[in-house]
């Protein structure tokens, strides 16, 4: 029996992006695809939520931010997350 493995992993288009179930290496590019699918969803504020550590993750994820063209706006959280998540508001481009 020959079966076909699907690795396509499809994540709810919500405003959160939660990188703590995803490989590291695949945070920019992943952030990157979410942010797009949130303008074309018309979701102009996402919450990234990349944990606290030593700020590696969240490093990655900020140095995304900052080339991405609709990103008008970064933050940390400001809620019980504080720096384990950054808030981003877009901008339709």
Known sequence: MNEEI???IHIPIDGVLDLHTF?????ASLVHEYLNTCLEEGI????IIHGKGKGVLRRTVH??????PAVV????????SSWGATIVRLTPT
């Open 23 to 27: 490989d590291p290496k695949e945070a």
């Open 6 to 8: 699907n690795d396509v």
């Open 73 to 80: 706006e970064v933050k940390l959280d400001t809620g019980p």
């Open 63 to 68: 140095a995304v931010l900052e080339k991405h």
């Open 44 to 47: 102009y504020e996402v919450k």
